[in-house]
């Protein structure tokens, strides 16, 4: 049995995946994984078809030698420029009240020119700089009037965490089924030339808010869990404490893709915030009758 992308594939899996590559010896990569996701119905919540998941899963299986594949078309390697330009240079010291921010909101950050600054904040300034985030996801410009305050940016939640999967209760089959109704905050700066306290936790009260419903219209099904991680060596998680996210425990100091344990990461404290009240019963397989109501 072999693991690939979150899923398990069995001998003859493999041996039904080399089938079809030779039946079609003029498929691209892209349609050949289109094919694999048919084959095995392997699907989003939302009934999409997993696609990059499964590119990513036979490219793996590829540089383990279980299957081969035609000739990549392009060779796509991650940016790794720094972006800069004038639209996200560092801005005059800006002095806020809470109190006085009546327009404060959370705005989608779109395609084109919007995503490009995004891009920007976060690569000049959150330390973690920026990465492609594969699968799912969203992003936000925190905003008051026309000023950009702040950035936020959810993903696809960890694979397999010991505390968090402790705290839901949740077997390893439910976990592998269930796992999309957890999202994970990747990102979250408020910009360096901000200062207005509370801002980070009214910011994580708006986005309680309003994303199980962009997630919901965007992917088709609403989450029921938010996770972060912070890097305890530089953050204490104040935000998130005041803003009722519960810190289940700590990270073992190793990355997602650490088959090693090489244990090279910072260790961070793992966040989590319930979004519905019954989210255990939905997550352990069992959702109620009724849908959940987002908490308020």
């Known amino acids: 049995m072999y693991k690939y992308s979150g899923k398990d594939w069995s001998q003859d899996d493999i041996e039904r995946i080399r089938a079809l590559i030779v039946g079609l010896p003029m498929a691209l990569r892209a349609e050949l994984a289109r094919q694999v996701c048919e084959i095995f119905d392997w699907r989003r919540p939302n009934g ?21 594949l035609p000739p990549a078309r392009s060779v796509f390697r991650v940016p790794c420029r720094t972006f800069a330009s004038a639209a996200s240079d560092l801005q005059p010291h800006m ?3 809470i109190k006085d921010l009546v327009d404060l909101r959370l705005e989608i950050v779109a395609p084109g020119k919007p995503l490009a600054l995004w891009n920007e904040f976060i690569s000049r300034y959150h330390y973690l700089g920026y990465r492609i985030m594969p699968g799912a996801q969203l992003r936000y410009f925190i905003k008051a009037g026309d000023r950009i305050l702040g950035v936020m940016g959810f993903g696809g939640a960890a694979w397999k965490v010991a505390p968090r999967d402790r705290f839901i209760g949740w077997s390893s089959e439910q976990r592998q089924s269930r796992l999309p109704l957890i999202v994970n905050q990747t990102r979250f700066l408020i910009l360096p030339w901000v200062r207005c306290q509370n801002l980070a936790t009214k910011s994580l009260a708006l986005v309680t808010r309003r994303l199980p419903g962009d997630w919901q219209e965007r992917y088709g099904y609403r989450p029921v869990l938010f996770e972060t991680f912070v890097d305890v060596t530089k953050y204490h998680g104040t935000c998130y404490k005041a803003g009722n996210w519960t810190q289940v425990g700590l990270t073992q100091g190793r990355s997602r893709m650490d088959r090693h344990h090489a244990n090279d990461q910072p260790v961070k404290s793992i966040w989590l915030l319930p979004l519905t009240r019954d989210f255990r019963r939905t997550l352990i397989g069992h959702p109620p009758i009724d849908p959940p109501s987002v908490l308020q």
């Open 95 to 97: 002095e806020l009240s």
């Open 48 to 68: 999409q078809l997993k696609l990059m998941s499964c590119r990513l899963a036979m490219l793996k299986m590829y540089r383990s030698k279980l299957i081969e």
